[in-house]
């Protein structure tokens, strides 16, 4: 901590902290120090006149998320609604795969599902953080029964064939190391005086105070923790128990894991408590189908399956958008397609609308689904939810968090983004299963024999008809200006989509577009 001066600011304090403890570290700073933002609250369902929208009407282009909810809403409203989906499924990527559901990636196979009876994969997303609270609300309103998602467990195993010898550790050992350290470190700074210019008086005994809880120090330095598990674990009688040995900082920072999985527990759509769908994630695509609008219908009679997108043209009174079964003319759109996707289509958009869609950045991401023939990640590992997380292309595995003790259970057992995912994506399916078998026996030794390998699933986001992506990138930072663009409407035409919103690749961000895209629209109609 030499680098720490006398009349250190607090950005050259967080700096320096960052050195030491990574962005765990700094997050902690930060809150200490009340420089972290705070959401601001969602003001709830829109609810307009049922009649605002008598005589007009709307064509939707795409059944996920978004586009259910601007179709609710917009029904709701009174306006004439259709609701087109290239896929033959409905939900877009809340995907989720049970007994005898069926896909195929763009140009390959089609793979079935195998699983018991009752057991599912979330084929897409998973989790919904505690504070998304405009798709809870949602949820709450559509009557769709939630449960914890159990992101994080300090039971869970971290690995890397260049710490350890390859061997797993599990979250808590490394975690609660690096506290320890990093407070020893900043301990020893303040007793040397080389933050006198940030600390002074009862302000650096009350900081050595807190070092001391913080990073459960004895005397100032640490010595190992309970925190961070034992070898032997303490028992009754003559048992005490034995505390694991202590990693050295250095050989943590070496294996790379602060970057992106000992701290990701502490962004804040993965902070506790998040929550899932009891029975899959489609539970919510079905809670918005059987929505009731005026009329006598459901949602669910909006929606034209099967039937891609070829054009999308604005008009003198509205606009005319032509699929695979018909041709809509209707007073408004609203595309929910991947702006890529949209562009791509026959259209007669400006062109600093057709240079905004395909500046937003498309993220690879793939998945590997697999049913355990007995959870052994509880038997073997008391490991009862979160994710583990591998120095290798498959990246995590995720466990079950709900039927603890049941027979069998399925697991995610690969997700990948970005590059990896992109290459992960080129592979056939058995060679991703046979990936993803050699990254489950790092974690797991044995897995191959715990698993059943012939009922494995993979899919690949950005492989998929009609997708082009996992999700899309932060085009608000990565290209303010197209991001910027994307939010005015192109003539008749508006978008809404997770990808305009600063939540990507989260539902809250989908629904938060869609409710902005009615509100616009229900705005021109007055």
């Known amino acids: 901590m030499s680098n720490i001066k006398r009349g250190t600011t607090r950005r050259e304090f967080l700096d320096a902290l960052a050195k030491v403890g990574g962005i765990g570290a700094v997050y902690s700073g930060m809150a200490t120090l009340g420089l972290l933002p705070v959401p601001k609250a969602y003001a709830g369902i829109p609810r307009y006149d049922a009649t605002v929208g008598a005589g007009k009407s709307v064509v939707i282009l795409g059944a996920g998320i978004a586009g259910l909810c601007a179709g609710l809403l917009l029904a709701r409203a009174g306006y004439s609604v259709r609701i087109i989906e290239a896929n033959a499924h409905i939900g877009g990527r809340s995907l989720t795969v049970r007994r005898g559901d069926s896909y195929a990636e763009r140009g390959r196979d ?32 559509l009557k769709v029964e939630m449960e914890p998602f159990i992101f994080a467990s300090r039971a ?92 050295d900082l250095e050989e943590i920072i070496d294996t790379g894991f602060y970057k992106n999985s000992v701290y990701n527990d502490m962004r804040s759509f993965w902070q506790a408590s998040l929550m899932q769908p009891k029975g899959g994630m489609d539970m919510i695509v079905k809670g918005f189908l059987r929505a009731e609008i005026p009329g006598g219908e459901t949602v669910q009679d909006l929606v034209v399956t099967s039937s891609p997108v070829s054009s999308v043209r604005n008009t003198a009174t509205g606009v005319e958008v032509i699929h695979a079964t018909g041709t809509e003319t209707a007073d408004f759109c609203v595309s ?109 030794p044995g897995f191959s024999n715990w698993v059943h ?74």
């Open 110 to 141: 089609t793979l079935t599902c195998d699983f018991d009876e009752g057991l599912y994969l979330n084929a897409g997303p998973g989790r919904i953080p505690n504070h998304h609270t405009a798709i809870i609300d949602y949820c709450r309103e």
């Open 156 to 247: 869970n195993l971290m690995q890397s064939d260049s710490f350890n010898n390859g061997t797993p550790v599990q979250v808590r050992h490394v975690k609660h190391d690096i506290r320890g350290q990093v407070a020893e470190m900043m301990a020893k700074a303040t007793d040397s005086g080389a933050l006198d210019g940030y600390l002074s008086g009862t302000d650096r005994e009350r900081f050595l105070a807190f070092l001391t809880e913080f990073g459960d120090l004895k005397d100032g330095a640490y010595e190992g923790s309970e925190r961070a598990g034992f070898v032997t674990p303490p028992g009754a009688g003559r048992t005490p128990g034995k505390l694991r040995r202590s990693f």
């Open 336 to 444: 929910t397609m991947a702006p890529g996707l949209l562009a791509g289509v026959q259209n007669n958009f400006g062109s600093d609308f057709i240079s905004a869609l395909r500046a937003v950045e498309n993220i690879a991401a793939c998945k590997v689904g697999w049913q355990a023939k007995h959870r052994f990640w509880e038997e073997n590992d008391q490991i009862f939810g979160g994710i583990s997380w591998i120095d290798h292309p498959i990246s995590q595995i995720w466990y079950p968090s709900d039927e603890f003790f049941s027979a069998m259970g399925t697991m995610t057992g690969a997700y990948n983004r970005g590059a990896p995912a992109e290459a992960f994506g080129r592979l056939s399916h058995s060679e991703r299963v046979r990936l993803a078998l050699e990254g489950g026996e790092k974690l797991h």
């Open 453 to 526: 390998v012939d009922r494995a699933l993979s899919i690949a986001w950005h492989n998929m008809p009609h997708f082009n992506a996992g999700w899309h990138g932060y085009t608000h930072n990565l290209n303010p200006a197209a991001y910027r663009r994307m939010t005015i409407p192109e003539g008749n035409v508006f978008l809404a989509g997770d990808f305009l919103s600063y939540m990507p690749g989260w539902k809250e961000g989908s629904v938060r577009s869609a409710d902005i895209a009615v509100g616009y629209i229900v705005g021109r109609t007055g």
